[in-house]
């Protein structure tokens, strides 16, 4: 089994920025990649950005230039650096890291507001 546990969340006023982090351990020499999900109030969840063990990387459209996902192996932590956040950037985000099975963390909340 695969344990994530997420930090970093919080309450942030327009424009600013986050860093979140993704804490893996257990079985963590079976994960490729790793990345991270939000869901936001009555809407479906969605990919945001994912990295393979390689470092290859993912960004969904209404991300890109704005947010960077980096990994360190060494650490088997997964990073979400959020620049130029916007009040639609509001929701619980999500960890998922694949290995044998796909792997949730329990979600941290960010909220974009002034």
């Known amino acids: 089994q695969v344990q994530l546990v997420e930090s970093g969340g919080g309450l942030v006023q327009p424009g600013g920025s986050l860093r979140l982090s993704c804490a893996a351990s257990?079985?963590?020499?079976?994960?490729?990649?790793m990345g991270w999900f939000r869901q936001a109030p009555g809407k479906q969840r969605e990919l945001v950005a994912d990295i393979t063990s390689r470092g290859s990387t993912t960004y969904a459209d209404s991300v890109k230039g704005r947010f960077t996902i980096s990994r360190d192996n060494a650490k088997n932590t997964v990073y979400l650096q959020m620049n130029s956040l916007k009040p639609e950037d509001t929701a619980v985000y999500y960890c998922n890291a694949v290995g044998i099975f796909s792997y949730w963390g329990q979600g941290t909340q960010v909220t974009v507001s002034s």
């Open positions: 257990g079985r963590t020499f079976s994960l490729g990649t």
